[in-house]
Structures are given as structure tokens and as C-alpha cells.
């Protein structure tokens, strides 16, 4: 079974998501990550259209001790549109997603992710997003995936989605090691707890990312995005009561937001993206910083979490 570090680092953020961030930047983030202990590290060829396996590729050759993950789902195919990318990364259009969850995919989009990450192993391979692909993914990406278990190419695999349905799916109908799940465990939203207590029963341990809901958290004063759009009035509210709760306790809203999905005992680590050595440390720091057991029922007694 793989050893998973209890906090990893998630990056898409290196790969240029909503904004660009420069080679050296990007590498001193990682950097940052390793030097406060980090030894999971998370990607996706759809990051960036490549950008964030190349970048992190860079920075862990020569390292070793670590866990590395990436995903399967979308190929990159050459594109002479030009312009920018237009799902959320400032990166030119070089290149495409195409979706493919079949078994020369699977196999291709990890042979082209070892080619940008410069490394000669992934230890973790996820099905990334199969929203409109489940039944494919679970014919032949899992499949494949699973063959490459037995042969030891890799040494975990899983599924990555923002939605909790159809990863339950895999959990009870495949022989999976892990579920990354984003935003659908956290302070703001357990909508993913039947998944989560599903893994429990199977062993299937879960990586729980999102866990700021893309940014609502993030800070003691809450403001920003929910899942990538403006925060809701009432979800703003809420997340504003919450923070004056772990106010009470001596607590900020996103030390409270990374030590809440830790709980469950299917959680398994925390995947938290960053673009600056300064956040990676922000991170750390918090982590560090025990929370105080009464404020959970504290945030119960105020209707801010269910009872379960």
C-alpha cells in the first residue's frame, strides 16, 4: 500500500491557473513546499496545458522520497488556433484537451506525462474528471490503470473529481486505492460525507483538495471565489459566521479549513495548491497550529456543521 504524506501540494496554480506565474517563482514554490516537508505532490497534464508537470518535473529531479501524482482523461493534441488558452490557464493555445478514457489513452497520456515531467515514474495515476465519461472510464481507463498496477508502472490508482456521485461509483465497483476529491468536504460544503464514509467501508483512502473552495477560506476574513465564482450572498454569510466561531477559539478560517477534512478517518492527506513560496509557507505555518477540540461542537451548537 502506498504511504501517503499527510499534506501535499496541489499544482495547478504553477501551471498558470488564472494568472501567469514566472519559471523562477514557480520553482521556489516548489522549493518552499520541500523545504516545510512536503512530500506529495500533485499535477495534471490539463494544468497548464503541460506547463505545470514541466515545471514540476523540474523541480523534483534529483529528489527522491516523494510521492508524485498525476491524471489521465485529457491527451494534448497540437493546436494552430493561437490566442490563449481558454479554460482558466494564461498559457498560449499550443495545444488542445481531447477527452480520452480509452486504454491506448490511458497508456499514451501517461508515457507523454512521464515525457514533460522528465522523471521515470509516476507513483499515483487518477481518472481526471470522467463527469460525462463514466462509463468508459470505468470500462477501460480503470482497466488499464489497474494493469499497470499489477505490473508495478505505477503504485496507486484512483479517481479525481469536484463531485462526489460518480467517484461512489468507482469506490463500489472498482478495486481502487484512492479518491482526490475537491470542495465537497470542507468547512462550507460536506455534500461528499456518503463518499467519504463509502471509502471507510472499502479502505479507499481520499485526498481531500479544494478544501479553501477556491478561495472563500483562504483568508481569516472570508471573501473570494466559491468553486471558481463569485461567493453567494448567503454562502458568504455563512462562511463569515464559521469565521467568527474559530475566532472564539482562537482559530483563523483557513487553519479551521484545512483541519476539518483531516477528521474523517477516510481523509488521508490534504492537496493544497499555491503560487508562492509565501503561501506554501502561510500553509505550513497554520498547519502546525494545533485546533482546539471544542471548536467543533462549538461550530455545531451554532448549526455551522451537521451533527454527524
Not at 506565474?21 to 520541500?34: C, K, L, M, P, S
Not at 465564482?229 to 478560517?253: K, M, Q
Request: aromatic share 6%; proline share 7%; with cysteine.
Amino acid at each position: 500500500m502506498i504511504a501517503l504524506p499527510r499534506v501535499g501540494l496541489g499544482t495547478a496554480p504553477i501551471g498558470n491557473l488564472f494568472s501567469a506565474v514566472g519559471d523562477e517563482q514557480a520553482r521556489a514554490t516548489v522549493d518552499a513546499a520541500w523545504e516545510s516537508g512536503v512530500r506529495l505532490f500533485d499535477t495534471a497534464p490539463h494544468y497548464g496545458l503541460g506547463l505545470s508537470e514541466r515545471r514540476l518535473g523540474a523541480a523534483l529531479r534529483g529528489r527522491s522520497g516523494y510521492v508524485l501524482s498525476t491524471k489521465v482523461g485529457r491527451l494534448l493534441a497540437p493546436s494552430s488556433r493561437g490566442g490563449r488558452d481558454s479554460e482558466g490557464f494564461d498559457v498560449p493555445a499550443r495545444f488542445e484537451r481531447v477527452w480520452d478514457f480509452s486504454r491506448d489513452g490511458v497508456l499514451r497520456s501517461l508515457e507523454e506525462s512521464l515525457e514533460r515531467l522528465g522523471l521515470p515514474r509516476v507513483d499515483l495515476a487518477l481518472i481526471h474528471d470522467p463527469d460525462d465519461h463514466v462509463e468508459q472510464a470505468l470500462s477501460e481507463a480503470y482497466p488499464a490503470l489497474a494493469d499497470l498496477r499489477a505490473q508495478g508502472v505505477v503504485q496507486a490508482i484512483g479517481v479525481g473529481m469536484n463531485q462526489w456521485r460518480a467517484p461512489s461509483r468507482f469506490v463500489r465497483e472498482t478495486d481502487l486505492d484512492v479518491v482526490m476529491l475537491a470542495g465537497r468536504y470542507t468547512l462550507l460544503d460536506q455534500s461528499g460525507l456518503p463518499l467519504l464514509d463509502a471509502c471507510a467501508a472499502r479502505g479507499v483512502r481520499v485526498l481531500a483538495a479544494g478544501v479553501f473552495n477556491s478561495g472563500l477560506l483562504a483568508t481569516p476574513e472570508p471573501s473570494g471565489t466559491f468553486d471558481y465564482a463569485p461567493a453567494p450572498p448567503e454562502l458568504l454569510d455563512r462562511a463569515r459566521r464559521i469565521a467568527s466561531v474559530c475566532a472564539a477559539h482562537g482559530v483563523t478560517l483557513p487553519q479551521a479549513a484545512m483541519a476539518f477534512p483531516l477528521r474523517h478517518p477516510a481523509t488521508a492527506a490534504i492537496v493544497l495548491g499555491a503560487r508562492s513560496p509565501a503561501e506554501v509557507r502561510t500553509n505550513a505555518a497554520l498547519m502546525e497550529q494545533p485546533v482546539p477540540e471544542a471548536l467543533w461542537p462549538g461550530l455545531r451548537a451554532e448549526g455551522l456543521l451537521p451533527e454527524e
